[in-house]
């Protein structure tokens, strides 16, 4: 069978009109929440959003791993680990509810203050660095700079494989995926820990981990395998239902 030949069964559409629907009623629910109890809603909604985000990060990082190893464990799973990175669009475009919950997420909670209202000087002040840092303008300015190196990575790598696509034999591509892979593994690492430092550790500023950047990078990489096991066997099911 022909890829262009090929129809999904009518299973898929079916998850698909259920899918939709069940985003439809969550979405509903999302803005009632919004409007009748903001911070906790905010504050779930990052939780979601960091989650989201280990998806597709991690398998951008499975798919730039895959090429540095260069062995044939990731060959089978490179065109899902693509399309997942490829959400990052997607995923750029969730990040505007959390620019909009800054205030309900970084102003405390009630027990001590959080660093968009923290005092100067005196108890419950932070540190001259963190005044410094933790900035409105700061993190806005940084997002954006994560993003950009993101954005950046997907796009190269998407865009190389598209052109192996054309000639599989192009052994200078190979060299150029490989010697890339590298510095965008060290770039992604980087720039994911200092986005956990600024989105989800800066809730509670008085309370700092050095690991706790990494530890994100970790879970995203276990949670984008686990969807690219989820994604082949539900490959096998749906091929075997079509006899292929």
């Known amino acids: 069978m022909n ?13 698909q009109s259920g899918g939709l629907f069940v985003g439809g009623v969550a ?18 909604y990052l939780f979601s959003y960091m989650w989201v985000l280990g998806l597709t990060l991690g398998s951008l990082g499975l798919l730039m791993l895959q090429h540095l190893t260069g062995g044939t464990w990731g060959i089978i799973i490179r065109r899902p680990l693509e399309a997942a990175s490829r959400n990052i669009w997607l995923v750029l475009l969730m990040f505007i509810p959390v620019i909009f919950g800054m205030k309900y997420l970084y102003s405390g909670n009630g027990v001590e203050k959080g660093w968009l209202n923290s005092p100067k000087n005196g108890e419950g002040a932070l540190s001259p660095f963190q005044q410094s840092y933790l900035t409105s303008s700061g993190y806005l300015i940084r997002a954006a700079i994560y993003f950009l190196i993101w954005l950046g990575l997907v796009w190269i790598f998407n865009r190389w494989s598209k052109e192996q696509d054309v000639n599989r034999e192009d052994r200078a591509l190979r060299r150029r995926f490989k010697m890339f892979a590298g510095p965008g593994i060290i770039l992604y690492v980087v720039a994911m820990s200092f986005a956990a430092f600024d989105w989800v550790m800066s809730v509670s500023p008085h309370w700092a981990s050095t690991i706790y950047g990494f530890i994100f990078v970790a879970g995203q990489a276990i949670s984008s395998m686990s969807l690219m096991i989820a994604d082949r066997k539900s490959t096998r099911l749906n091929s075997s239902h ?3």
């Open 242 to 244: 079509l006899g292929i």
């Open 27 to 44: 979405l509903l629910l999302a803005i009632f929440g919004a409007v009748t109890a903001s911070e906790k809603f905010f504050h779930a």
């Open 3 to 15: 890829a262009p030949d090929y129809q999904a069964p009518a299973s898929v559409n079916r998850v």
